[in-house]
């Protein structure tokens, strides 16, 4: 089943027999008895394409379960006797701030080096659907002051006001401060619309009524500073994650708004029986009483 799940995943034999530390002879001779006993095709193969036959998702995605279950039950014998093993996959928005998070999950490796450690960036609405899905165990998250992440469990780990990101020769730079109103005629780069990084702006904007023009849409924070150092516009940007980076580029200034956009971050993480390495980590993080 691991064979079958990673070649699903890489879509090549060769890098799956790799990420399984077997010869490529082997994984391929395993899978190929594993379909002659389930009497289908798993995979469609070329000399240069595979892809799952409609037979192979529907295994893939019950071998998933079946390898989170047994990875858990060794997690869960392990723990008991005092050793945490099995697999953490971890979430993260490219914006957080409230953590380090290098640093803790080189913290978290130093403790239980038996524990294998995924991580994966992502949106924070996403990051909370793979928590709930069971795709992922515990996530960082940035969300508007007055949301938290629902079916999941979740502590707040910070509070933050944005700031308003000018290019260094922008009319505004060096204010000592602007208001929304002062702002809304300015042309805006922002992430993508319906993105709860989105949101934190255009329900500050909606809640003084008032409407503003965003031309320009990226999905990565570099982006969006690269076109607002280039004047094509400015941004509002979470202060504890925006002022290290602006203070390292004459490109950009910051500018406080007084009535802008806040968000709160967040750590989630399933509140159905999380595993003994997901509980590990919470211990790192100060968050283990909340369990």
Do not use: K
Not at 157 to 165: M, Q, R, Y
Not at 226 to 255: C, E, K, Q, T, W
Request: charge should be neutral; glycine fraction near 8%; proline fraction near 4%.
């Amino acid at each position: 089943m691991r064979y079958v799940v990673a070649v699903a995943e890489t879509r090549n034999f060769t890098r799956a027999a790799e990420r399984c530390y077997v010869v490529q002879s082997s994984l391929s001779h395993r899978i190929g008895a594993l379909e002659r006993e389930l009497g289908v095709r798993l995979f469609a193969r070329s000399s240069r394409r595979v892809e799952l036959t409609s037979a192979g998702e529907a295994f893939v995605a019950r071998a998933r379960e079946a390898l989170a279950a047994a990875d858990r039950a060794m997690a869960d014998a392990s723990a008991a006797a005092g050793v945490v093993r099995g697999r953490l996959a971890v979430g993260v928005i490219v914006t957080t701030a409230a953590v380090d998070v290098a640093e803790v999950l080189q913290r978290y490796r130093a403790q239980h080096p038996q524990v294998r450690v995924v991580l994966r960036s992502g949106r924070s609405d996403e990051l909370v659907a793979a928590i709930r899905a069971g795709d992922l165990d515990i996530a960082f998250l940035g969300l508007p002051e007055d949301q938290r992440p629902s079916g999941v469990e979740s502590l707040v780990l910070a509070h933050d006001a944005h700031v308003l990101v000018v290019a260094a020769g922008h009319r505004l730079a060096g204010a000592a401060g602007v208001t929304l109103p002062e702002i809304a005629d300015e042309t805006f780069v922002d992430f993508v619309a319906g993105t709860p990084a989105r949101a934190q702006s255009d329900q500050a904007f909606a809640a003084a009524g008032l409407v503003r023009d965003v031309a320009y849409e990226a999905g990565v924070v570099e982006l969006i500073t690269r076109l607002v150092a280039r004047g094509l516009g400015v941004a509002l940007l979470p202060s504890a994650f925006i002022r290290p980076l602006a203070a390292r580029d004459p490109a950009l200034a910051l500018v406080p708004v007084a009535d802008g956009p806040h968000r709160v971050e967040c750590l989630a993480w399933s509140r159905f029986n999380p595993s003994p390495a997901t509980r590990a980590m919470l211990d790192v993080l100060g968050a283990g009483a909340h369990t």
